[in-house]
Each structure stands twice: as C-alpha cells, then as structure tokens.
T-cell receptor, first 114, second 114 residues
Framework: NAGVMQNPRHLVRRRGQEARLRCSPM?????VYWYRQLPEEGLKFMVY????????ESGMPKERFSAEFPKEGPSILRIQQVVRGDSAAYFC????????????FGNGTRLTVT | AQSVTQLGSHVSVSEGALVLLRCNYS??????LFWYVQYPNQGLQLLLK??????LVKGINGFEAEFKKSETSFHLTKPSAHMSDAAEYFC????????????FGKGNQVVVIP
C-alpha cells in the first residue's frame, strides 16, 4: 500500500523556467495539502485542495504559484518563472477526510533554482 | 493565528541520556499538538499527537510528550537516547477549526554523541 508519492525527488531549474511538482495522495485520500520548507525553517502551509476544488490557498504566494487537484491524476503544484528564492523542499500531505487530523506526508521534492 | 516556538536549533545529547525538546504554542482555540520527525532527505513521520484526551501522550520509538495548558507547552522527551534518534524534530499546532493548516516550529536538529 503506497504512501504519498511525490515526484520528482529532485528538480533543478534555471531562473525563468517553470517547475511542476506532482503529488499522488494515499489510496482513498481525497484531501491534499502542500507545504514548503525553506532552509533553516519549519514547514509553511501553502494550499489545501480537494478533488477539483481549492479549499484554502491562504499560504500561496500571489503570483507565479498555482495548484490543482483534478478529478483524475495527481495534484500539481506549478511555479512559473522560478527565482532563486523558490529553492526549497516542497512537501505534499494527504488525509482521508475533512477534519481528519492525521496527515500523511510524502518524501518531498527538492527544488533548486540556478 | 496559531504558532509554535522551538528554542535551540541544534541539540546535542549523549547516547543513553535524556532527550528533551521544548515546544511552546500560541492558540486562541483549544489546540491539537503534534511532534514530527524528519530523517535526511525524507518526509515527515508523525511521532505523537495531542487531541484533548490524555495530557501525557505516548508515541513511537519510546518518545512521549506532556500537554500543559497552564504553561502552553508540549515538550517532547525520551528517557534514553539512541543513535537512531539523530534527526530533525518539528513541533506543530492546529485545531479542529484549522482544517489541517498546521503551523510548524523551526525544528530541532538532534545530534546523538556516542
């Protein structure tokens, strides 16, 4: 029974390129959360999605960042025109239900912008 | 808004000695509190959680934490450190009203000295 799967594990992009990070939640989970971990910092909430809906994007930067969780397929976090400050580890978590406080985290995608 | 404070980014402990990691929280509503562990290049693994039941919570790998409302604290302890405990530890807070928008502390990097 696979856990939360994130790919790629490592992603290198040049400034100005686009980064696409993928997250497949645990089987049966329909709630996905994205967090960002900057160096020497804890994780910061970015966005909470259910299938085909963005529930809370209060932690998302207003520009260049977007997220989706389509009816079929993984959740995608997209960063357009990346800058050096976007270099971080991006973690996805999933839960079975709304109000289910047990989050299951993936191993993260480590984005490096050169 | 909810927040947690973890002091001392790096903690050194001798093998066999007590592990004590401090966490203080701020929350205007009854909190849910968590400790997560992160091994290098991996995701977060839940150690234990407090959800308004027993104030002394036992987790995996011999760790436990005590919720003290009067002190707004949720310190993590383990009586005897093992080399395998070397990792980064994060305290986090949310609530029933928080929709799993966890607020994380900056973490404690634990080094175990043989």
């Amino acid at each position: 029974n696979a856990g939360v799967m994130q790919n790629p594990r490592h992603l290198v992009r040049r400034r100005g390129q686009e980064a696409r990070l993928r997250c497949s939640p645990m089987k049966g989970h329909s709630h996905v959360y994205w967090y960002r971990q900057l160096p020497e910092e804890g994780l910061k909430f970015m966005v909470y999605l259910q299938k085909e809906n963005i529930i809370d994007e209060s932690g998302m930067p207003k520009e260049r960042f977007s997220a989706e969780f389509p009816k079929e397929g993984p959740s995608i976090l997209r960063i357009q025109q990346v800058v050096r400050g976007d270099s971080a580890a991006y973690f996805c978590a999933s839960s079975l239900r709304d109000r289910d406080i047990t989050l299951h985290f993936g191993n993260g995608t480590r984005l490096t912008v050169t | 808004a909810q927040s947690v404070t973890q002091l001392g980014s790096h903690v050194s402990v001798s093998e066999g000695a007590l592990v004590l990691l401090r966490c203080n929280y701020s929350s205007s509503v009854p909190p849910y509190l968590f400790w997560y562990v992160q091994y290098p290049n991996q995701g977060l693994q839940l150690l234990l959680k407090y959800t308004s039941a027993a104030t002394l919570v036992k987790g995996i790998n011999g760790f436990e934490a005590e919720f003290k409302k009067s002190e707004t604290s949720f310190h993590l302890t383990k009586p005897s450190a093992h080399m395998s405990d070397a990792a980064e530890y994060f305290c986090a807070v949310s609530s029933y009203y928080g929709n799993n928008r966890l607020a994380f502390g900056k973490g404690n990097q634990v080094v175990v000295i043989p």
